[in-house]
């Protein structure tokens, strides 16, 4: 299992590539990269702002979660903070099990938690002024599947 | 105890952290002492059900004990991923 809070850039496909690599009792590997979505098109930048004594620890435990109810056999998130442009990679996960409905389910697990439950803020840059992205009752609700 | 304060809490605030020296025996208590003290925390504590709670660094409840806590941090509802 891998965590990794960063401000620097991160190649989702070296990551990839270089995940669960020595594994060979899998036979799965599931990716998600998240990006910065420039919806209006005027979107200057994305800060990220994150609660750092807490924010390692919030995911060990989500992904823990992940790997001992699917028998993940490996499990990688990266996510970003600071000031980032549209088009840029936020955050990465990857799940690699025995079968593919493991590798996607966990994927999907630790997407919907990480979005609500890991101590990131977004705010919007754009050319009309700065706002705090909205948490989403869809995002709350979707906790629920689990 | 060491008071945090992040996004649109940490900004309407105006600080990201402080000591409070304080008697309250639960979130709710602290809050309300915190609202007591000036327009800016009133402000940021106006609703409660916008925001969220952590103590030493894990989810919390608002109606939680303050005993042995040496860490509250006040925020919206996380927008990761």
């Known amino acids: ?146 | 105890m060491n008071v945090m304060y992040f996004a649109w809490v940490r900004e309407r605030i105006g600080i990201p952290q402080e000591k409070v020296e304080t008697e309250a025996a639960t979130v709710n208590d602290l809050i309300a002492e915190l609202t007591a003290r000036e327009d800016r925390y009133a402000a940021a504590f106006a609703d409660t059900s916008a925001l969220r709670v952590a103590l030493d660094q894990e989810l919390s409840d608002f109606d939680a004990p303050l005993a042995g806590v040496q860490e509250v941090a006040f925020f919206p509802p996380m927008t990761g991923g």
């Not at chain 1, 840029?88 to 630790?110: C, G, K, N, Q, Y």
């Not at chain 1, 919907?112 to 705090?132: C, H, N």
Request: hydrophobic share 45%; with cysteine.
């Open chain 1, 1 to 146: 299992m891998q965590i990794r809070v960063q401000s620097e850039p991160f190649d989702a496909g070296v990551e990839l590539n270089g995940f669960a690599q020595n594994r060979t009792d899998i036979g799965a590997v599931v990716s998600f990269t998240g990006v910065v979505r420039d919806t209006d098109g005027n979107l200057q930048e994305m800060l990220i702002e994150h609660y750092p004594s807490m924010t390692q620890s919030a995911i060990t435990k989500i992904a823990q979660e992940a790997v001992d109810r699917w028998s993940l056999a490996d499990c990688l998130v990266i996510h970003r903070h600071g000031a980032l442009k549209p088009g840029a990679p936020i955050m990465m996960v990857a799940t690699a099990a025995a079968h593919r409905a493991a590798a996607f389910e966990a994927a999907d697990f630790l997407m919907d938690y990480l979005k609500s439950r890991a101590p990131f803020w977004k705010k919007e840059i754009t050319d009309q002024g700065a706002d705090w992205v909205a948490a989403k009752d869809a995002d709350e609700e979707a906790l629920d599947r689990w």
